[in-house]
């Protein structure tokens, strides 16, 4: 499963490259067209004709990067999807815990009473950056 999930993440992370770069090649574009048609005031119906065809691009290659900007009512697969964000969160959590005091050692069990004293001192708004 994990080479599967790392090509489709890989596929997903080419495809917001390439919206990114065409954006910026697009915006490029942009700017010299303008400029060139205020330059040029006899042909800037023409210099400002491919605009709008390269905003449409530009909203293709978006939607095929990133999907429509819904929160996922519309994909088939939103049951699956949801159970594979609890699945992260939950491992997220797992990672933050912190292990039995008894599996500590003296220092680590000092770094975190210091810790403490400093959450303490932060939450009674004394303290500042630590």
């Known amino acids: 499963m994990e080479p599967e999930l790392r090509e489709e993440a890989e596929k997903r992370v080419k495809a ?3 919206f990114y770069q065409t954006a910026l ?3 490029g574009v942009i700017v010299v067209l303008l400029m060139l048609s205020f330059y ?3 042909a800037a119906i023409w210099l400002r ?3 709008p065809i390269l905003l449409v691009v530009l909203g293709v290659v978006f939607l095929s990067a990133f999907g429509l900007p819904v929160n996922g009512k519309f994909t088939d697969n939103w049951r699956e999807d949801e159970v594979a964000k609890e699945i ?15 599996d500590l050692s003296e ?5 975190l009473k210091e810790l403490e004293r400093l959450q303490n001192k932060w939450d009674d708004g004394e303290g500042g950056y630590v």
């Open 49 to 51: 004709l491919p605009i």
């Open 107 to 111: 220092t680590e069990i000092l770094e």
């Open 40 to 42: 040029l005031p006899g």
């Open 88 to 102: 992260d969160k939950l491992r997220r959590r797992r990672k933050v815990q912190l292990p039995p005091m008894e």
């Open 16 to 18: 917001k490259v390439a």
């Open 25 to 27: 090649i697009f915006s």
